[in-house]
C-alpha cells in the first residue's frame, strides 16, 4: 500500500472556497481537514467540505456514459454518446433553428475556474439564446441592479469588514452559509472582529438566526417587507442630511428622482407593516452617518423575497449617496488580477441584449429565468425548446412547480445531464455524461478572484487531488468534444479562443493541441500567465497568496461602465416599479396571514449533496416546517 499524501486544496462547494488539506492513499481520499496555513481561511472548513469525500466516493457517482432505452439505462461509450447526441442537435438546429437548443447550468459551476465560461461558450457556439440558470432562483436581482446602476452584471460591491465601523445585514446568516456575491471564508470570525474593535454588526431577519444569536445585534422584521423598511432608510438619510453631495455630483446621476422615490416613506409610516419601530431606524440611521465607513448587504432572505430588485437597488444607493461606496469600510468594487468585467464589456462577452420567446424578458448575465422553460418547452412556433443540456443541475427540484417542468422535460427529443450522479431532472435525460468532481481536476478561485468579489484577495492553485476515476471528464473536455459533435465551435467567450486572444497578450502556450485536446490545466496556465500569476509561480505557494487590497477609491470615475461613466442611481424601470410600492403597502397593512420564508441547512447545500449519508442523514432525511408556537396555537394540524 502506497504511503498517505497530503495535498493542499481548496473547497468549492460554496462561495467561500476554505482551505483544505486531502489525505489520499493512492487514489482514493480518505480524509479532507481544515488547513491552518490557508491565506484566506485560516483553518475554518465547515462540515459540508470536510465530509465531501464521502459525496466523491458515493457508489451512486456516475462513471460512465448512459443511455436511456426504454425503462431502463445502459452504458455507453463516450464516442457514441457524442456522435449521437451531436447528430440529434445537428438535425435539431437544421430543422428548427438554433434556439431549439437550449442549456440550464446549476449551481456548483460558479465556484469552479471553467465550469460555467465552457458551457457558456458551448451555447454561443450553438447560435442559442436559450440560456437559463440556478443564478435566477436566488440572485439574478443583484446582477440586474449592477447592470442598471453600474453598467455590468458584475460590478457587485462588497462589504468591506476588516476596516467597517457598522454593517447591517439583511436576510443572510452567514453562520450557516458564509456569505453570497462575495467570498469571505471565516465570515463569522471577521463578524466577531468587527464587534471586537468597537464596531457594530446588525442582523435584520423574521427569525433570530445562528448569526444574531452569536454576534452583534438582532432586529425582528416582517417577512416581504424589507423594502420598506430601506426605503425609510433612504428617506431618513435624506432628511437629516446624510448625502455627500460632492460625490453625488461628481460620479452620479439621477439624484432627485431617487429622492422622489422615498419622500413619501418616513419611518413612522412603515412601522406599521415592517414591525420595525421608527425610533429604533432612526437611530440605526444616525449610528450608519457617524460611522467611518458602513455599508448595508443583503442575501438570498432578501433576493428571494417579493420585492428583491428594489430592495437592493435602495441598498446600493444608500451605500453610494452617503460616501460609503468605493470607501474603506463601506462597500468596496475590487480590481481584479485580470480586469474581467472591463475586458468583457470591451469585447462584447456575455453581454446578452436578447428577450426571451415567452414573456419578453430581458437577459441577465447571459441567462433567462429559470421558470420560462417549462413553458418555452411547451409552447408551439419558432424558437421553441427541444432539446436541453442540464449541467451540475436539478431544475426539477430547484425551479418553481417542479411538477410542471418534469412533465415539460417529457416533451423533449434531446435532453442531456452533465453531473455528478443521476439525479430527479436527470431521470428524464436521454443521456448522462459523467463528470468530474472537485477533488479530480486542477483550479483556482478564478470567478471570485477574477470578478473582484473577495473580502481579502487572494489567489490558489490546486493540483487535482486524485486522478479522475472510470470515464468521468472534466466539463471543460466534455463541452469542448460536443461542440465539435455538434458540428459548431467554441463562442468567442472561450478563454482559450477569445479572450485572452482579444487582450493581445496572450503568448505561445505548448500542448494547446486541436480543440477536443482542451483541459483545465492548460486553460489554467493561459488565463494566469495572462494574468500575471503564472501557475510555476502559484505552485510555490501552496496554501495560496494574497493580491493586492485596496482601501477604496479606485472605482468611481474609473471602473463604473455605464456610458457615460456615472452611477445611475435611477433607473427608470426601478422608478417606475416602486410607484407599484403603494398597492403593496396597502396590502401589507391589511394582511394578518402567517408567511412562509428559507432558511438555510448547515450540513447540505442546495439540490445536490444528498447523495451521502453524513449530508443527508439521521434528522436530516426531510425538510421541516418550523412554526412558532404562538402562530401554531389554534390552527389545524
Given at each position: 500500500?502506497?504511503?498517505?499524501?497530503?495535498?493542499?486544496?481548496?473547497?468549492?462547494?460554496?462561495?467561500?472556497?476554505?482551505?483544505?488539506?486531502?489525505?489520499?492513499?493512492?487514489?482514493?481520499?480518505?480524509?479532507?481537514?481544515?488547513?491552518?496555513?490557508?491565506?484566506?481561511?485560516?483553518?475554518?472548513?465547515?462540515v459540508k467540505g470536510l465530509k465531501f469525500a464521502n459525496l466523491h466516493?458515493?457508489?451512486?457517482?456516475?462513471?460512465?456514459?448512459?443511455?436511456?432505452?426504454?425503462?431502463?439505462?445502459?452504458?455507453?461509450?463516450?464516442?457514441?454518446?457524442?456522435?449521437?447526441?451531436?447528430?440529434?442537435?445537428?438535425?435539431?438546429?437544421?430543422?428548427?433553428?438554433?434556439?431549439?437548443?437550449?442549456?440550464?447550468?446549476?449551481?456548483?459551476?460558479?465556484?469552479?475556474?471553467?465550469?460555467?465560461?465552457?458551457?457558456?461558450?458551448?451555447?454561443?457556439?450553438?447560435?442559442?439564446?436559450?440560456?437559463?440558470?440556478?443564478?435566477?432562483?436566488?440572485?439574478?436581482?443583484?446582477?440586474?441592479?449592477?447592470?442598471?446602476?453600474?453598467?455590468?452584471?458584475?460590478?457587485?460591491?462588497?462589504?468591506?469588514?476588516?476596516?467597517?465601523?457598522?454593517?447591517?445585514?439583511?436576510?443572510?446568516?452567514?453562520?450557516?452559509?458564509?456569505?453570497?456575491?462575495?467570498?469571505?471564508?471565516?465570515?463569522?470570525?471577521?463578524?466577531?472582529?468587527?464587534?471586537?474593535?468597537?464596531?457594530?454588526?446588525?442582523?435584520?431577519?423574521?427569525?433570530?438566526?445562528?448569526?444574531?444569536?452569536?454576534?452583534?445585534?438582532?432586529?425582528?422584521?416582517?417577512?416581504?417587507?424589507?423594502?420598506?423598511?430601506?426605503?425609510?432608510?433612504?428617506?431618513?438619510?435624506?432628511?437629516?442630511?446624510?448625502?455627500?453631495?460632492?460625490?453625488?455630483?461628481?460620479?452620479?446621476?439621477?439624484?432627485?428622482?431617487?429622492?422622489?422615490?422615498?419622500?413619501?416613506?418616513?419611518?413612522?409610516?412603515?412601522?406599521?407593516?415592517?414591525?420595525?419601530?421608527?425610533?429604533?431606524?432612526?437611530?440605526?440611521?444616525?449610528?450608519?452617518?457617524?460611522?467611518?465607513?458602513?455599508?448595508?448587504?443583503?442575501?438570498?432572505?432578501?433576493?428571494?423575497?417579493?420585492?428583491?430588485?428594489?430592495?437592493?437597488?435602495?441598498?446600493?444607493?444608500?451605500?453610494?449617496?452617503?460616501?460609503?461606496?468605493?470607501?474603506?469600510?463601506?462597500?468596496?468594487?475590487?480590481?481584479?488580477?485580470?480586469?474581467?468585467?472591463?475586458?468583457?464589456?470591451?469585447?462584447?462577452?456575455?453581454?446578452?441584449?436578447?428577450?426571451?420567446?415567452?414573456?419578453?424578458?430581458?437577459?441577465?448575465?447571459?441567462?433567462?429565468?429559470?421558470?420560462?422553460?417549462?413553458?418555452?418547452?411547451?409552447?408551439?412556433?419558432?424558437?421553441?425548446?427541444?432539446?436541453?443540456?442540464?449541467?451540475?443541475?436539478?431544475?426539477?427540484?430547484?425551479?418553481?412547480?417542479?411538477?410542471?417542468?418534469?412533465?415539460?422535460?417529457?416533451?423533449?427529443?434531446?435532453?442531456?445531464?452533465?453531473?455528478?450522479?443521476?439525479?430527479?431532472?436527470?431521470?428524464?435525460?436521454?443521456?448522462?455524461?459523467?463528470?468530474?468532481?472537485?477533488?479530480?481536476?486542477?483550479?483556482?478561485?478564478?470567478?471570485?478572484?477574477?470578478?473582484?468579489?473577495?473580502?481579502?484577495?487572494?489567489?490558489?492553485?490546486?493540483?487535482?487531488?486524485?486522478?479522475?476515476?472510470?470515464?468521468?471528464?472534466?466539463?471543460?473536455?466534455?463541452?469542448?468534444?460536443?461542440?465539435?459533435?455538434?458540428?459548431?465551435?467554441?463562442?468567442?467567450?472561450?478563454?482559450?479562443?477569445?479572450?485572452?486572444?482579444?487582450?493581445?497578450?496572450?503568448?505561445?502556450?505548448?500542448?494547446?493541441?486541436?480543440?477536443?485536446?482542451?483541459?483545465?490545466?492548460?486553460?489554467?496556465?493561459?488565463?494566469?500567465?495572462?494574468?500575471?500569476?503564472?501557475?510555476?509561480?502559484?505552485?510555490?505557494?501552496?496554501?495560496?497568496?494574497?493580491?493586492?487590497?485596496?482601501?477604496?477609491?479606485?472605482?468611481?470615475?474609473?471602473?463604473?461602465?455605464?456610458?457615460?461613466?456615472?452611477?445611475?442611481?435611477?433607473?427608470?424601470?426601478?422608478?417606475?416599479?416602486?410607484?407599484?410600492?403603494?398597492?403593496?403597502?396597502?396590502?401589507?397593512?391589511?394582511?394578518?396571514?402567517?408567511?412562509?420564508?428559507?432558511?438555510?441547512?448547515?450540513?447540505?447545500?442546495?439540490?445536490?449533496?444528498?447523495?451521502?449519508?453524513?449530508f443527508v442523514g439521521g434528522d436530516r432525511t426531510t425538510n421541516r416546517?418550523?412554526?412558532?408556537?404562538?402562530?401554531?396555537?389554534?390552527?389545524?394540524?
Amino acid at each position: 500500500m502506497r504511503e498517505p499524501t497530503t495535498t493542499p486544496t481548496f473547497c468549492r462547494i460554496c462561495e467561500a472556497g476554505c482551505g483544505l488539506l486531502a489525505t489520499t492513499e493512492g487514489d482514493r481520499v480518505v480524509r479532507l481537514d481544515p488547513d491552518k496555513d490557508h491565506v484566506a481561511s485560516q483553518g475554518f472548513a465547515c462540515v459540508k467540505g470536510l465530509k465531501f469525500a464521502n459525496l466523491h466516493h458515493s457508489p451512486d457517482r456516475l462513471d460512465h456514459p448512459m443511455k436511456r432505452v426504454g425503462d431502463r439505462w445502459e452504458r455507453i461509450g463516450w464516442d457514441q454518446a457524442l456522435a449521437e447526441i451531436g447528430a440529434k442537435v445537428r438535425a435539431l438546429r437544421a430543422e428548427h433553428g438554433p434556439d431549439a437548443v437550449a442549456g440550464y447550468l446549476g449551481n456548483p459551476a460558479a465556484f469552479g475556474a471553467f465550469h460555467a465560461l465552457a458551457f457558456n461558450a458551448f451555447l454561443e457556439g450553438l447560435g442559442t439564446t436559450q440560456s437559463y440558470s440556478s443564478a435566477s432562483q436566488d440572485l439574478t436581482n443583484k446582477y440586474l441592479v449592477a447592470k442598471r446602476l453600474y453598467g455590468h452584471e458584475l460590478l457587485q460591491p462588497i462589504p468591506d469588514l476588516d476596516r467597517t465601523d457598522l454593517v447591517v445585514l439583511i436576510g443572510t446568516n452567514p453562520a450557516i452559509s458564509q456569505m453570497s456575491v462575495v467570498q469571505v471564508p471565516r465570515a463569522m470570525a471577521r463578524l466577531e472582529a468587527v464587534v471586537d474593535r468597537g464596531g457594530r454588526v446588525v442582523s435584520l431577519n423574521p427569525r433570530r438566526t445562528e448569526t444574531a444569536r452569536a454576534v452583534g445585534e438582532h432586529l425582528f422584521i416582517r417577512p416581504g417587507t424589507d423594502v420598506f423598511f430601506l426605503a425609510s432608510f433612504l428617506h431618513v438619510v435624506l432628511a437629516e442630511g446624510g448625502v455627500d453631495h460632492d460625490l453625488v455630483g461628481a460620479h452620479t446621476t439621477g439624484f432627485d428622482d431617487l429622492a422622489a422615490v422615498v419622500a413619501d416613506w418616513p419611518p413612522e409610516r412603515t412601522e406599521a407593516v415592517t414591525g420595525v419601530a421608527a425610533a429604533e431606524l432612526r437611530g440605526l440611521v444616525a449610528d450608519y452617518l457617524a460611522a467611518d465607513g458602513a455599508s448595508l448587504y443583503c442575501s438570498t432572505g432578501v433576493n428571494m423575497g417579493p420585492h428583491g430588485t428594489l430592495a437592493y437597488w435602495l441598498i446600493n444607493v444608500v451605500n453610494a449617496v452617503t460616501g460609503n461606496l468605493d470607501h474603506a469600510g463601506g462597500a468596496l468594487v475590487r480590481t481584479p488580477p485580470l480586469d474581467f468585467q472591463k475586458a468583457s464589456k470591451a469585447l462584447g462577452l456575455g453581454v446578452g441584449t436578447a428577450r426571451s420567446r415567452v414573456g419578453d424578458f430581458e437577459m441577465i448575465l447571459g441567462t433567462f429565468p429559470a421558470s420560462l422553460l417549462a413553458d418555452e418547452i411547451t409552447t408551439p412556433g419558432p424558437g421553441q425548446v427541444r432539446a436541453l443540456f442540464v449541467s451540475a443541475g436539478n431544475p426539477v427540484l430547484s425551479v418553481g412547480n417542479g411538477d410542471r417542468l418534469a412533465a415539460a422535460l417529457d416533451e423533449l427529443e434531446l435532453l442531456v445531464s452533465i453531473d455528478l450522479f443521476r439525479n430527479e431532472t436527470a431521470d428524464h435525460a436521454h443521456y448522462v455524461l459523467p463528470a468530474c468532481s472537485w477533488l479530480e481536476r486542477p483550479d483556482v478561485p478564478l470567478v471570485h478572484a477574477f470578478a473582484g468579489l473577495q473580502v481579502d484577495p487572494w489567489l490558489q492553485y490546486t493540483e487535482a487531488v486524485v486522478p479522475p476515476a472510470a470515464e468521468r471528464r472534466e466539463e471543460s473536455w466534455i463541452f469542448a468534444r460536443l461542440a465539435e459533435a455538434c458540428g459548431v465551435g467554441l463562442g468567442p467567450g472561450w478563454p482559450a479562443r477569445g479572450l485572452t486572444w482579444a487582450l493581445g497578450r496572450l503568448r505561445r502556450v505548448p500542448g494547446l493541441g486541436r480543440l477536443a485536446e482542451v483541459s483545465d490545466a492548460r486553460l489554467l496556465a493561459l488565463v494566469l500567465e495572462v494574468a500575471r500569476h503564472p501557475v510555476r509561480r502559484l505552485r510555490r505557494h501552496p496554501h495560496g497568496v494574497r493580491l493586492p487590497d485596496v482601501a477604496g477609491g479606485e472605482f468611481l470615475g474609473s471602473r463604473v461602465l455605464t456610458d457615460d461613466g456615472r452611477v445611475h442611481l435611477a433607473p427608470a424601470d426601478f422608478v417606475t416599479a416602486a410607484a407599484g410600492l403603494e398597492a403593496d403597502f396597502e396590502a401589507e397593512r391589511t394582511d394578518g396571514g402567517l408567511r412562509l420564508i428559507t432558511r438555510r441547512e448547515r450540513h447540505s447545500h442546495n439540490t445536490w449533496t444528498h447523495n451521502a449519508e453524513p449530508f443527508v442523514g439521521g434528522d436530516r432525511t426531510t425538510n421541516r416546517l418550523h412554526v412558532g408556537a404562538d402562530d401554531a396555537a389554534g390552527r389545524p394540524g
